[in-house]
């Protein structure tokens, strides 16, 4: 579908920029600082050993949700990593896949038949494949998770992007809606511990902007996950994140699958479902100042627009920015409080 670097006129040149811009204020000059010394190669190995490797497969959940509902199915294909897979739960019902078709098909009161190609831990690389097999479904949206293991196992930004990109275009290419959930905040992982903590929230929110503006270039959308049971982990650290303390949990799970669902329905034409937005923090930005900008901030959706019947402006392509106010300061239930049931309607 041709290269990744054909996406616009220099269009790799913002990602990079608006890549650096992003990691200011992430503890980058202290991580400079101490990142050619031990103490990060010590942590990296302590940090291997606290995590502890991948062990029995995530369940299946491949297959018809909401089969009784009228009308022709939907079909969502999951493409990723392990977080798209699903790692760290045991029940078919509490991986992401799952809660996003359940989800899908309670609001559009049609089936939808899901299709799980996503693999514990691939890279942006492995992404072809997984492509490759998911345009045999003839897929209506595909979801796709991916960019943790490329930060940990130290990909060049540029390459793993041009793998996602190149995954974003042929999907398109194909008639396929997509959104990408962009790479989380490792720096929120608690068994990394400083300063290896700051480099790795630094090279996620790298990828995470440089994502953001490859995949809208390309024609998908995108939702930041970031930090987004960060906050949540610190508070319930047992029931935010699973067993080995680097997954998900099935309440983690849920709270990112309702960060995307409400992008996926936009991106099939029915954003009346969209939730209530925070006030004054939606609008149209130049890409890379919506790259940036949701690159800070979990659940924030960015997708490309027009301004006056044009595409791009001064600062480049337009883009759409939306957050949404469960994601807003204040949002996050007090230690031992469940989730409010409205908030992850259709999602349980």
């Known amino acids: 579908m041709g290269d990744a670097g054909s996406v616009a006129p220099g269009g790799w040149q913002r990602a990079r920029r608006i890549a650096r811009l992003t990691a200011i204020g992430t503890g980058a000059t202290v991580a400079a600082t101490v990142a050619t010394g031990g103490v990060l190669l010590g942590q990296a190995r302590q940090a291997r050993r606290t995590i502890p490797m991948a062990e029995a497969p995530p369940p299946r959940c491949d297959g018809v949700y909401g089969a009784k509902l009228p009308g022709p199915p939907v079909t969502m294909v999951i493409l990723g990593d392990s977080s798209a897979a699903g790692y760290g739960v045991h029940r078919r019902r509490e991986t992401p896949g799952a ?50 293991n490329d930060v940990t196992n130290r990909t060049p930004l540029s390459v793993a992007v041009r793998y996602l990109v190149d995954a974003v275009r042929t999907l398109r290419a194909a008639g396929c809606e997509v959104v990408v959930g962009t790479c989380p905040d490792l720096g929120a992982i608690r068994p990394i511990q400083p300063p290896l903590r700051w480099l790795a929230r630094r090279w996620s929110r790298q990828l995470a902007a440089a994502q953001t503006v490859a995949v809208v270039e390309a024609g998908g959308w995108t939702v930041s996950l970031g930090d987004l049971l960060g906050p949540r982990f610190a508070a319930e650290p047992t029931r935010m994140f699973a067993w080995d303390r680097f997954h998900p949990s099935a309440e983690g799970y849920a709270v990112a699958a309702a960060a995307l669902l409400p992008t996926v329905l936009s991106a099939l034409g029915a954003g009346q479902e969209r939730r209530p937005s925070l006030a004054g923090a939606e609008g149209v930005r130049s890409l890379p100042e919506a790259a940036h900008e949701a690159a800070r901030h979990a659940g924030t959706e960015v997708s490309g627009t027009e301004v006056r019947g044009r595409e791009r402006g001064p600062g480049g392509r337009w883009a759409q920015l939306r957050r949404r106010a469960f994601f807003g300061v204040g949002a996050v239930p007090q230690s031992g409080a469940a989730a409010d049931p409205a908030q992850l309607e259709g999602l349980a």
């Open 99 to 148: 809660l996003l078709a359940t989800g899908l098909s309670r609001r559009l009161h049609r089936p939808v038949r899901l299709h799980r190609f996503a693999v514990v831990g691939a890279l942006s690389a492995g992404l072809k494949p997984q492509v490759e097999s998911a345009l045999e479904v003839e897929p209506d949206i595909a979801v796709v998770l991916v960019g943790g």
